[in-house]
């Protein structure tokens, strides 16, 4: 069943996230960075084929057998916009992504994410769109992110940069309740287990996998459990 996008769930994500005790980091190591989670509407059905490459990128790709890599039938009613990185970027190519990066000097994490949002997606907004913050996540990457949450307002009309995102996906916010969601598993190389978000057939990990677990759990679920100790695949921590 698909939520509903309309002002009972813009406030109820405003009220949540206002009385939320966001956790911060601090970390002198590390770069702050922000990211986007732009919550649009969406038509189910909108999405009955990728825009993706993914038969390339999957191209010897051990995948378990009930997933493709493909990003398709996940639209329907209150969503949020996710990329797929552009396969030529020196870091982190051709995986899943909010829109966002790294603040420039000055900037605050609402402005950096608002510039990342225009420069990546081709959606302007308002600061006064923005509904408010999710807790901060230190990657194995070196970055301290924060999400910054901002209502779309309507469906938008996402224009991604070719150099940085092959393609944007309306991601239905059901989809973040799946049943066979969230996934936990173990690494040899960490004792903290590995966060895995089931979103059409593929598997979103943090910190985008861990940001959406939040979504879910405070915005939808009012939930105040922390991500930020749920860890990375090894693939991401370069």
């Known amino acids: 069943m ?20 966001r956790r911060t980091v601090t970390d002198p190591t590390k770069r702050h960075a922000a990211v986007a989670v732009v919550l649009v509407d969406s038509e189910l059905g ?33 969503a949020f916009l ?28 609402v402005q950096a994410a608002l510039r990342e949002l225009d420069e990546e997606v081709g959606v302007r907004m308002p600061a006064t769109n923005v509904l408010g913050l999710l807790d901060d996540y230190p990657t194995r990457s070196g970055y301290v992110i924060t999400p910054v949450v901002i209502w779309g307002s309507g469906r938008l009309d996402p224009r991604p940069a070719p150099d940085e995102v092959v393609a944007v996906y309306r991601v239905g916010l059901h989809q973040l309740l799946r ?14 287990p590995v966060v895995q978000i ?24 009012g939930r105040h459990d922390p991500v930020d100790e749920l860890e990375q695949p090894v693939f991401a921590w370069r």
């Open 2 to 21: 698909t939520v509903s996008y309309d002002e009972v769930l813009r406030e109820q994500v405003r009220a949540r996230l206002a009385g939320h005790e």
């Open 46 to 78: 909108e999405d009955r084929v990728d825009p993706a490459p993914v038969d390339d990128w999957i191209a010897g790709r051990p995948m378990p057998a009930d997933l493709d890599g493909r990003m398709v039938d996940v639209s329907g009613g209150a």
């Open 82 to 109: 996710l990329c797929r990185r552009a396969s030529r970027l020196t870091s982190h190519a051709a995986q899943w992504a909010l829109p966002g990066g790294r603040l420039d000097p000055g900037e605050t994490v």
């Open 179 to 192: 049943d066979d969601s969230p996934r936990f598993i173990t690494i040899p190389e960490s004792p903290r």
């Open 198 to 221: 089931p979103l059409g057939g593929d598997l979103i990990h943090a910190p985008t996998g861990a940001i959406l677990l939040q979504l879910r759990w405070l915005a939808l679920e």
